[in-house]
């Protein structure tokens, strides 16, 4: 159930200390474990909690993750906001496209439900041009899981099971980063995985200089671990930009004299973005508009694709 009241404190944010500085060739791997463990550390009591706003905070940390694999692994142009209309713009049952479809992966990833189980796993892989048969998908599965087992750091467990993915699906990267995030929650135990390495993967400031490594190949431990970190730290800032956010749709409630008002409020904390055009009960198309109108001139809520058209609301 989305609560609206009382709105919790937003989380702390991680110390400056936690905070890797430079590329990945100025660290050693043990330094990289070292801020993935710190970052990942802070980020806990947050994964592992269910704050009103978590829905939203877990879509967006989704849209981020599937917006740079389509583009950095499959080739893909849309950014973000493209994959947001593919996915808050389609109607029920109509075909998401290519990378819609990877955003659809990555959402179905922080829904509930074990990530492992053949008949998911082979939907995601699909979703992400990865097709398994009902053989591979079961070895696939089997694979990831054998890397669960022990008492490794949760970085290095990802990293193993990103490399069990590709080991048995060689072009199955996407699904590897995808696979690696799920194992990461499992070991820290936390109820939901959160969309976080493909976020922090390919970018520059990661990679350092020359070829990224793969899955399975040498320096890819260390990649992984500072992505977490980074990653980490990204979503622990979101989730305290998310929670003022929150706070201040929670104020503006009383201000709000639709009587469908709760509707449209928990629509907007559970999902990254909300259509204007959907459907909401108790409200009509019109009054639907002007309260996501009066919420965005509160301060409430933000229209997130500067259309005249079509457009979007979220926090």
Wanted: glycine content about 8%; some cysteine; proline content about 8%.
């Amino acid at each position: 159930m989305i609560r609206l009241d009382p709105v919790p404190l937003p989380p702390a944010r991680a110390p400056s200390w936690a905070r890797p500085s430079g590329s990945l060739r100025d660290l050693s791997e043990a330094e990289a474990l070292f801020f993935a463990g710190a970052a990942l550390s802070a980020l806990d009591s947050v994964a592992k909690s269910e704050p009103p706003w978590a829905g939203a905070w877990r879509a967006r940390l989704a849209l981020k993750s599937a917006a740079a694999v389509a583009q950095n692994l499959l080739n893909r142009r849309e950014d973000e906001a493209a994959l947001r209309d593919a996915v808050s713009l389609a109607k029920p049952g109509q075909d998401l496209g290519p990378a819609g479809k990877v955003y659809a992966a990555f959402r179905t990833l922080c829904g509930p439900g074990d990530p492992f189980r053949r008949t998911r796993l082979a939907a995601i892989a699909a979703d992400l041009q990865a097709p398994l048969d009902r053989d591979k998908a079961e070895e696939l599965a089997a694979a990831v899981r054998e890397t669960i087992t022990g008492d490794r750091p949760a970085p290095v467990v990802a990293a193993a099971a990103a490399a069990a993915v590709v080991a048995v699906r060689a072009a199955g990267e996407p699904l590897a980063l995808l696979c690696a995030d799920a194992a990461l929650a499992k070991t820290l135990g936390w109820p939901t995985p959160l969309p976080l390495l493909a976020s922090e993967l390919f970018q520059r400031r990661a990679t350092g200089e020359g070829r990224r490594p793969r899955p399975g190949e040498t320096g890819w431990g260390k990649l992984v671990a500072l992505a977490y970190a980074r990653a980490a730290l990204a979503a622990l800032d979101l989730a305290h930009d998310l929670s003022l956010r929150a706070g201040r749709l929670a104020d503006a409630a009383p201000k709000l004299r639709a009587k469908g008002k709760t509707g449209a409020l928990a629509a907007l904390l559970a999902d990254d973005a909300v259509s204007a055009a959907a459907p909401l009960p108790g409200l009509s198309d019109r009054a639907r508009r002007r309260l996501f109108e009066r919420l965005v001139v509160l301060g409430a809520a933000r229209e997130l694709t500067g259309r005249a058209t079509f457009r979007l609301y979220g926090l």
